[in-house]
C-alpha cells in the first residue's frame, strides 16, 4: 500500500509562483466548419489532450442541466473552446471524444462523461482520470487541478467563483471565461506532462470492444 500523501497546505501554496498558463493569443475558438477542420487536424496529431467542459449554472431547484456548453481540448501550446450551439463544433467533438487513439486528460471526469452521454448522445472513449494517478500514488483527498498543480508543478493555480458561475451558453465567451476555460484543461495536460509515466501504467480508460455479429 502506498504512503499517505498529502497537497501542500494553503498558506504554502499562496506562496508558490502563479501557473504559467495559456495567453488570449494561443486560445482559439472556432466558428464555422474551416475553423473546425483545422482544429481537428492540430488535436488529431497528439495523443495527449487538456480535456474539461463547462455547464450554464443552474440556479433552480429541480431545473435540469443542458450542458455542457463548452467543451475545452488543448496541447501543450494551443487551447481550443468549443460553444457546443454551433452545429459545426458538435461535428468535430463528437469525432473527438469517442476516439480512443486520442486520449483525453483531465480531474474528476466522471460528471463530464454522464453529461456528455446525456446532452450530447456520445460516450467518452480514452479517458485518463488523473485523480485515479494521485490516489495510486496514496493521497488521501481528491487534488483536483489545484492541488495537483501545487504538487507537481509548484506553482499556484487560481480559480476565480465569480467565473466559474458565469454563463457558458452566452453566444460570445468573454475573455476571462476563454482564460479559466483554456487553462483549466491545459493544467492537466501540464501536469500530466510534468509526471512522465511510461504508458503501460496509464491508467486509461477504454471502452469495451464490440464483437461485429
Known sequence: MSERRYPPKKEDIALFPPFAGLGLSAITVPMNESDCAAALADLS???????????????RVGEISRGPHVVQLTTLSRAYIFQ????????????????????????GLSSDRADLKRNLGVTLDGVLDLNVIF?????TSTLGVKGAVAVVLQQKFSKSKR?????????????????YAANDAYAALKVFAALDLPAEQLPIHYLPVRAVV
Open 84 to 107: 457546443l450551439h454551433r452545429p459545426a463544433c458538435r461535428e468535430v467533438l463528437l469525432n473527438i471524444l469517442a476516439n480512443p487513439k486520442l486520449v483525453k486528460v483531465g480531474f
Open 135 to 139: 490516489a495510486r500514488e496514496g493521497y
Open 163 to 179: 467565473v466559474t458561475t458565469s454563463n457558458w451558453a452566452c453566444d460570445r465567451l468573454q475573455d476571462n471565461q476563454l482564460l
Open 45 to 59: 496529431r497528439q495523443p495527449y489532450l487538456g480535456f474539461d467542459s463547462e455547464s450554464r449554472p443552474i440556479f
